[in-house]
């Protein structure tokens, strides 16, 4: 099947505390990736008639998929993707995946990626993963990567999760990270507190802080900038990562 690359556009709904629901729409259609709630997608779908073509989920935590079962009865046409091993904890999931897998999804290239660590069978999904041109190439990865930090270890190990972040870390610079949480300026201010003096990570949280402060998502971010000043990406081994998870597991902000 020929790939037929188009413009579309990547639309943040804010829900819960923190929670960030991310809607791909390309021709009227749309994609809806990790729905904690299901009435804030519902709505901006029909407001904008926009059809749902189908739902990606990283993985199982109820922030995540709290909303899709509801959404589904809107357009129960739309298919759900998600991790196979997840099949007993997302049951209502009809495409299963494993890594590796490539989809077109709104005739658009998608590989899956195995990203264990923050769950045993978590998932990411990268757009434009087999070209140098056209747009920067995006990855949803849930809570894999964080705007400068990681997700906890709830069902994988801190050497899965850093090799997963290997993984991520191996992807072009320009890479859009679309994570699933607003969590950037306080995982600055850990990091900052362990490097008062890195530029890098001072110089992130001066620009993340305005942001906030105006009521401004700091997401997504690129790759280079979490190269640069995320200390979970910058460990160089699992030993090292492993401490760092540990460290900011329990600090107080």
């Avoid at 008062?196 to 009521?215: F, H, T, Y």
Wanted: net charge positive; glycine share 6%; with cysteine.
């Amino acid at each position: 099947m020929k790939i037929e690359k188009q413009n579309f556009i990547i639309h943040p709904i804010p829900v819960l505390k923190d929670n960030i629901i991310w809607i791909w729409v390309k021709n009227n259609e749309a994609v809806v990736v990790d729905p904690a709630i299901s009435q804030p997608v519902i709505s901006w779908l029909k407001e904008n008639r926009i059809k749902l073509n189908c739902i990606l989920q990283t993985h199982h935590h109820e922030d995540h998929i709290g909303g899709t079962e509801k959404i589904l009865r809107e357009w129960p046409s739309a298919s759900v993707i998600a991790a196979k091993g997840d099949i007993n904890r997302i049951p209502f999931q009809t495409c299963s995946v494993i890594g590796n897998e490539n989809l077109v999804i709104l005739n658009e290239l998608v590989k899956v990626i195995s990203v264990p660590g923050h769950t045993k069978y978590h998932l990411s999904y990268l757009l434009h993963s087999s070209t140098n041109r056209g747009p920067d190439p995006v990855l949803f990865c849930g809570d894999t990567l964080f705007g400068a930090g990681c997700g906890r270890l709830l069902g994988g190990t801190p050497k899965q999760m850093f090799d997963s972040l290997k993984k991520i870390k191996s992807l072009p610079d320009n890479t859009k990270i679309y994570c699933a949480h607003e969590y950037t300026e306080s995982n600055l201010e850990w990091a900052l507190s362990i490097y008062p003096q890195d530029p890098n990570i001072k110089e992130r949280l001066k620009e993340v802080s305005v942001k906030r402060a105006k009521g401004l998502l700091t997401i997504p971010s690129k790759l280079s900038e979490e190269r640069n000043s995320n200390l979970f990406i910058r460990a160089k081994t699992s030993k090292e990562f492993s401490e760092l998870r540990f460290h900011k597991d329990n600090w107080k902000r």
